[in-house]
């Protein structure tokens, strides 16, 4: 009776098992004698304005080995040693061990990776995926990023805008018998990879490749520590060229360039090796600060106009310093420049009236504009890693601090957030949020998102910034921007020649930021050279370069749609 209950037991434990769980079990058994490989999904291309594709795929191969069904091991050892370059110790050690499945080599061009399909050596794996390629090489290189091995964004848009790039992998299900060994006969399920989402950006190539090219050359003539060109849409801060030389290949972001190699043979740990990594891979732009010097004399106009504090026809007078507390400051000219109006002084460039300027404005106002024009915020800007102005909180800026401040000194900020703030002061009142990103389409070219950014409005009147306008094209045109006029073109615009700390080491950064057309701004240039020799003037060196870049760039974007109008100078 015992054994007739139990196998009772037994007999309706198996039905319920088979009757209600099969589909579990089944499963669970399918599962045991599957192997899973996964299929790289192709990565969402970044496309410029023009619709050249800045950031693309390539399709690689991924080597593997599975050891239980491998037949001459020391046969694939010495093919697989021979066409991916690897030693033999290497590749042996990943033959002989006992796993699933042992990667040997990713991201292996794909005509190698026929050649080692063809052979049809038994236990070798050949899997088609994808890598990225950077059709332009060095272009915009710390605008774009990169993306590491397993294709995921490690620095600038790729890795800002991964959630939309990157894709879904796939995956291929083989089955085996308990050895691992595959069964032949029964094929293998594949899941496809989605595509990642396309990234339209604003950059145009026609613009980066010329500010590019002009960074360079001054980079290399001035024997510069640096050179940056950033050239945005003053209505609507799209970016459309963003050049940081020396720049790196992006289709090799691990090697370092030529000026790092003399560093690399002096490092003695990886951590070392990865600083200068890092050093490479920075964007001067956004991601250092800097004493903008002359160029923020733009800031005090604008601030002392809006508090009513001077006007067009004020003078001032300049002996070539001015006293502040017993500190004695020097303007540029020894000489001074004697009696002149406040537009006179700001063609001049003139540090002891921009001093007065100040002064008369008083500490704690001048604060309250440094905030309402957003200077103290970052600008929002859709890269990684922006850095922050640094600025002496209000109690600490007496009048030797506020004398230094009025004329771009003593403080630091980005070049972009510079640019945002003068657009924001010339276009009638609205500090845009300078960007890249534009939209994001899938493969069918259904927009999947349109991006929108804040803008700050209001920041100054538009009595104000057209007072502004009329200043800096006085400056290009009969002032110390002289060398930024563009013939046929009202231009606008400010110098700068700053001192790099610690004072009195002899090393400057010469910068101009110019604008056109003066009379209604739709784009903004800003050239900074980082340490040149020789001649350092602001109006001397970056002048010129944003000349070219205008006379080169200004009749093309009135092609495309731009109102640069062609007009006479006032």
Aim: some cysteine; proline content about 3%; charged content about 25%.
């Amino acid at each position: 009776m015992l054994c007739i209950i139990v196998l009772v037991g037994l007999l309706g434990r198996l039905g319920y098992l088979m009757l209600f769980c099969s589909e579990h079990y089944v499963e669970l058994a399918d599962e045991l004698h599957e192997r899973e490989r996964d299929i790289k999904a192709a990565r969402g291309r970044i496309i410029d304005a023009t619709g050249t594709v800045l950031a693309d795929n390539r399709t690689v191969c991924t080597i593997s080995v599975i050891h239980s069904q491998i037949e001459n091991p020391e046969e694939v050892i010495e093919v697989l040693s021979r066409e991916l370059d690897l030693s033999e110790e290497y590749v042996r050690k990943r033959v002989e061990k006992y796993s699933a499945r042992e990667r040997i080599k990713s991201n292996v061009d794909k005509e190698t990776g026929d050649v080692i399909r063809n052979l049809d050596l038994a236990g070798v794996k050949v899997d088609e995926d994808y890598k990225r390629y950077y059709p332009f090489g060095d272009l915009a290189s710390k605008v774009l990023g990169f993306t590491g091995g397993d294709n995921q964004g490690i620095i600038g848009l790729e890795v800002k805008y991964e959630e939309y790039l990157t894709g879904e992998k796939g995956q291929i299900l083989t089955l085996t018998d308990a050895k691992g060994i595959e069964q032949e006969g029964m094929g293998e399920k594949r899941e496809e990879p989605i595509a990642g989402n396309d990234l339209y950006v604003s950059i145009d190539v026609n613009i980066q490749k010329y500010a590019t090219q002009l960074a360079k050359q001054a980079y290399e003539t001035k024997q510069a520590a640096g050179v940056s060109i950033i050239v945005m849409n003053v209505k609507n801060g799209e970016i459309l060229a963003m050049a940081d030389v020396p720049e790196f290949n992006l289709n090799e972001p691990f090697t370092l360039i030529p000026e790092l190699e003399e560093a690399k043979a002096a490092c003695t740990t990886q951590e070392e090796e990865q600083n200068l990594l890092n050093q490479m891979w920075r964007n001067g732009c956004i991601n250092d600060t800097y004493e903008p010097g002359s160029i923020f004399k733009i800031i005090t106009a604008a601030a002392s106009l809006e508090a009513g504090t001077v006007t067009l026809e004020d003078g001032f007078s300049c002996p070539g310093f001015t006293i502040v507390d017993d500190r004695r400051i020097r303007c540029h000219k020894a000489g001074g420049h004697g009696q002149q109006t406040f537009v006179e002084a700001t063609m001049n460039s003139c540090n002891p009236a921009f001093v007065a300027l100040g002064l008369r404005l008083g500490a704690e106002r001048y604060y309250n504009y440094f905030e309402q024009f957003g200077m103290k915020q970052k600008t929002g800007i859709d890269l990684p890693g922006e850095a922050g102005t640094i600025m002496h909180k209000l109690d600490n800026i007496g009048e030797v601090e506020l004398a230094t401040i009025s004329f771009g000194q003593s403080f630091q900020i980005t070049p972009v957030r510079l640019m945002a703030t003068v657009a924001g002061i010339i276009n009638g009142g609205d500090v845009v949020t300078p960007h890249f990103g534009v939209r994001v389409m899938n493969e069918e070219k259904d927009i999947i998102e349109e991006f929108e950014y804040p803008i700050m409005e209001g920041i100054v009147s538009e009595d104000t910034s057209e007072k502004m306008r009329y200043i800096l094209e006085q400056v290009v045109e009969n002032g110390g921007g002289k060398n930024g006029y563009v013939e046929g073109f009202r231009v606008g615009g400010k110098t700068a020649t700053s001192q790099t700390l610690p004072r009195g080491t002899g090393r400057y950064i010469s910068s101009f930021l110019g604008f056109a057309p003066a009379e209604d701004p739709q784009v903004m240039a800003m050239a900074i050279i980082d340490t040149p020799q020789g001649q350092y003037y602001g109006g001397q060196i970056a002048a010129p370069i944003v000349r070219q870049l205008f006379e080169n760039i200004l009749p093309y974007l009135n092609e495309i749609g731009y109102n640069v109008t062609v007009s006479q100078q006032k």
